[in-house]
């Protein structure tokens, strides 16, 4: 039985991520800042980014212009979007300062800094997608940059049809998964103690 | 790795067993997400989303119509940005390159296109036209490709002599070339254009290539990017048209080219290449964000900037813990 790919998926993760770690009813003390807030709170921009963008695809992306629940829409995608990226800015910065990375947690580190590269890239088709004059000007700009790389030769910015679907289906489907991975190892490793705790302080006060 | 250093280490890795507090993480994401939503519908009420209407080529062509119509003739003249381009659109030029990497001349051609044909004969050929431009057509396709090249390169060289002030170009031998750009430019006129670029080669299609490249190759775009404060030069890629923010992320990628030799075209080899070598720093200092935690000297500076010490002052204060010296 042990021998199963199975098993041995089913074991490895009851011994690394089990149930108590995943949904967790306590965390060390010392976790008491702000900066502590802005992880969740670039999930929860993320949920918003998700939803709302759910609803604009449906109707396509020239919906918005045209009627003012598409427009409102799209202003919450848009929104959304920006506070993402001011809640992840500040949630990237105080790890920095945190040093979060110690105590084997360079994993965590390197996927929430993916997410971070994945997360400008899966913006930068949604600006492509806008069928406005913005799009127009930011893909004839942007070309430039990609060809030198010979990118270009396969991702094409003034494709509309392509760009719009690698920005409703592998860019989001990519930073989810990056993002599913480094929450997961977050849950995994814990919280990083802070820099200049012994192991002394193991049973202090706070 | 010193025992001390090991030590931390091992202390750092190990499960906290230390005092800790009730935590909630379904309460605290369920009140987060709300906030966030509340936020974000707050903005949109408040502040909407920017949305100005794309450019057309009827746009274009009635409020400019002589620098579409020497658009137009440099198409066909093969002296457009788009015809001399490069890859992935033609064979015209190298492209860029970073040394010994000329990536760009490497991924080959995968998006051919023609501006002579795909430009101007083939939208030109859909329209039901006057007997002057059916005329001018007909001499063209009937021509040698150095007959056309000829009366092309004639009258755009013309163009460019009196700047584009087309009433001041002199007679010439310039064969069909000066109906045909200006069958174009009234076909751009009528709003058939738009169409016409977009549907060659089939009902369906979603890409928008050849229309961006043709818009790139004149002024109307260039100056409505000037307007609306999008140029490169003037950190551009971060704006957004109207009050709006636009992608501030792009903050460092948008730095490099606003200082030398990335912001001179004549600064060889960086500034005639900015685009290739900005691709290649950003990359570079992305891998470096990913790697951070094994960059001597960056991985310290948290240990030496005293930062933490805000972060985890209640910590610190509470159990008398003073700051190591490193």
């Known amino acids: 039985m042990s021998e199963m790919w199975t098993a041995k998926l089913r074991n490895k993760w009851q011994k690394n991520l089990p149930i108590e770690k995943l949904l967790p009813d306590d965390q060390p003390a010392f976790v008491v800042s702000w900066i502590y807030v802005f992880g969740v709170l670039t999930l929860s921009a993320l949920a918003v980014i998700i939803a709302s963008g759910i609803v604009l695809a449906f109707e396509g992306p020239a919906w918005y212009h045209i009627s003012d629940v598409g427009k409102f829409m799209n202003s919450m995608h848009f929104w959304s979007v920006q506070l993402f990226f001011v809640f992840m800015v500040i949630h990237l910065w105080g790890k920095y300062w945190m040093a979060a990375w110690r105590g084997n947690r360079f994993r965590t580190w390197a996927t929430g800094a993916i997410a971070f590269v994945a997360s400008i890239a899966t913006a930068f088709t949604g600006y492509l997608v806008q069928t406005n004059f913005d799009s127009q000007w930011i893909s004839f700009e942007a070309k430039d940059g990609f060809n030198s790389m010979g990118i270009g030769a396969f991702f094409n910015v003034t494709n509309l049809g392509q760009m719009l679907l690698l920005h409703v289906a592998f860019l989001p489907l990519l930073l989810g998964v990056i993002t599913v991975i480094h929450v997961l190892m977050v849950r995994r490793r814990g919280v990083v103690p802070p820099i200049d705790a012994e192991p002394v302080m193991n049973e202090a006060r706070l | ?326």
């Open chain 2, 1 to 326: 790795m010193s025992i001390a250093k090991q030590a931390k280490h091992e202390f750092d890795a190990a499960p906290w067993a230390g005092k800790t507090k009730r935590y909630d993480i379904v309460k605290e994401g369920s009140i987060a997400v709300a906030i966030v939503a509340v936020l974000v519908i707050f903005l949109s009420l408040l502040m909407g989303s920017p949305d100005d209407a794309p450019l057309t080529f009827k746009g274009w062509a009635v409020t400019n119509a002589d620098n579409f119509y020497a658009t137009a003739v440099q198409e066909l003249a093969g002296t457009s940005g788009t015809a001399t381009y490069g890859g992935p659109y033609n064979k015209a030029s190298d492209g860029l390159n970073v040394g010994p990497f000329w990536l760009q001349k490497w991924a080959g051609v995968t998006h051919p296109i023609d501006t002579v044909n795909e430009f101007v004969i083939a939208p030109l050929s859909t329209q039901v036209m006057s007997t002057d431009i059916a005329s001018a057509l007909a001499t063209w396709k009937a021509a040698s490709d150095s007959q056309k090249q000829e009366w092309a390169t004639a009258y755009d060289d013309a163009i460019t002599k009196v700047e584009g002030k087309l009433s001041a170009v002199p007679a010439g031998a310039y064969g069909p070339v000066p109906a045909l750009a200006q069958g174009l430019t009234d076909m751009a006129k009528g709003g058939a254009l738009d169409a016409a670029l977009l549907s060659q080669g089939g009902f369906f299609q979603t890409d928008n290539t050849k229309q961006i490249l043709f818009f790139g190759d004149g002024a109307y775009l260039d100056d409505a990017g000037t307007t609306a404060n999008l140029q490169g030069g003037t950190w551009g890629m971060m704006n957004e048209t109207g009050r709006y923010p636009g992608q501030a992320w792009l903050w460092l990628y948008s730095f490099w080219y606003q200082i030398p030799p990335f912001n001179n075209e004549e600064s060889k080899p960086i500034g005639a290449n900015a685009d290739a070598y900005i691709m290649y720093i950003m990359g570079a200092l992305s891998l470096g964000l990913i790697l951070i935690p094994i960059i001597p000297g960056v991985k310290s500076l948290p240990m030496r900037i005293p930062i933490h010490r805000g972060i985890w002052h209640q910590y610190y204060q509470a159990n008398g813990i003073k700051r190591r010296k490193l």
